[in-house]
């Protein structure tokens, strides 16, 4: 599996086994940011974004020993934030924190009405943002995206799509981004 | 697409790591290790004065949720009902026993935030997990009117709980590292065990004969199987063994009380809302679907007969409700049914109010 760069350059998935971070340090260094500003993504919520992204790096570092060289620490410190994030969402508790949150709605919601982009974003359902950033903006492929969120390929495929047409119909219209 | 990615690259370069990110992380974890330290002795004490206030606070007629007229199923159902955030923002929920024949609904704990109220098999006890929000919880063990609650063990985020058939044991799945594992503690708090890690387990069941546990999820941490399927394991952890292969996602997975048949959900997707209730043999043969609604239909729990089976749906919701709840995730109007064991005779037994869900744990006699 290649090494995974984001658009900001520096590897959000490096998976492979060949060239693993030297150090812990090696790696947050490296990936910090990008899986930081994936977050921010799917989130939309910089604060919740830096939150899940500390946290699962801190859970990388503590268990680094048994990462390091023999594993991705990157995709599991992705997977460790999505199933934070997820984990929020889920089961009664999903039922209970999403019913009491009808007040305290995707933070996506809340953005700057006067911001373009935010607003389409915020539009778009959680799960198809999910697919859309680690596709489009991580650069994963469909199979080692459906890995991360635990899906099938051709899901990934669906939700990206669906994303992508609504953020071309929405910020296409204002000459963002080409049909 | 790259201008598609283009657009989302401006976005993403809103944020960036500061200078300081690793100590930042490092401080972070520390605190996280500290806040839980604070929070177990912050919970016992308020679980000590809520012991001597009398703990118990009984809802005359509650709210909204009101018995159905009903002939059939007898017993008392526990169910966790959403209530809304209070001023901080902090997420809060309550529990509360109620006959299936009617009655006022009994309230059980004080705690803000409370879920999954499972009995005992004796009936005589209620475990749930309960505290000042979801994210500093503990699993709690109470008299079944509610009295004489007491930590039994902390679990961030506490899941679906199951006792052992003799009720010396709870089985739990406890979020760890971000891995969504499987627990066993003694019901004194005594041997907290893992019983095998995840993946991503969602629920867990403990087999009438005791000797192994029913669970729902994905056992891969590495690598995400494409959805969630129900499995089977020894209480020591070894001889785990894959029932379902849909390729859906399996969920609320309980042994029915003989040990011949396993009800439980399934959906297409991870996280939707779009769930039915089905059962099959014990062996994994013979699934049945027993609702059919394109709405949500979970939650479910055997009565203490087999007879019946408890759920939560919002089929009596309104399009509008409907559509929020699939749309914005905005759970409203779940209200709580029963139906015999092979789908039939499905009746209301206690409605949700707007922004309400009643979410049934467990069912006694």
Known sequence: MPMMRSQAGAPLIDASTSQP?????????ECYEPLLRALYLVTGDSHEAEELAQESCFRVYERWERLRGTANPAGYAYRAALNLHRSR??????????????????????VDERDAIRRVLADIPGSQREALVLLD??????????????????????????????????????GEVDE | MSDVRS????????????SGAMEAMFL?????????????IVFALTLAAGSLAGVLVAFSGGRSSQPGDLAGPTGTIAYMQASGSNASGVNASALFAASVQGGAPVGIGTESYADYPVWSPDGTRVAYGAGADVNSTSLIVANADGSGAHRIVDVVDPEPLSWSPDGKRIAYIGNKNGLMSAYVVGADGSGNSLVIEGGFWSTVSWSPDGEHLLLTGNPDPSAPAEGFDIY?????????VQLTHGGGYEGFATWSPDGSRILFTRGDEFETYAQDVYVMSADGSNVRRLTSWPGFDSFPVWSPDGSWIAFASDRDASPE????????GAFTNISLYVMRADGSDVQRVFTAGDGEALLPGSWRA
């Open chain 1, 21 to 29: 971070s030297e150090s812990f340090e090696d790696f947050f260094h």
């Open chain 1, 89 to 110: 969402l889920r089961r009664l508790a999903v039922a209970a924190r999403r019913t009491l949150r009808k007040d305290e709605p995707d933070a996506f919601r809340s």
């Open chain 1, 137 to 174: 903006w991580a650069g994963l492929s469909d199979r080692e995206a459906a890995e991360i969120l635990g899906i099938r390929p051709e899901a990934v495929r669906m939700r990206a799509s669906r994303a992508r047409q609504r953020l071309r119909e929405q910020v296409g219209g204002r």
């Open chain 2, 7 to 18: 657009v989302l690259d401006r976005e993403a370069r809103r944020v960036s790591a500061p």
């Open chain 2, 28 to 40: 972070r974890g520390r605190r996280r290790a500290r806040r839980t330290r604070v929070l177990t």
């Open chain 2, 232 to 240: 089977t394991v020894r209480t020591d952890g070894t001889d785990l």
């Open chain 2, 321 to 328: 409700q409907r559509h929020a709840i699939q749309a914005d």
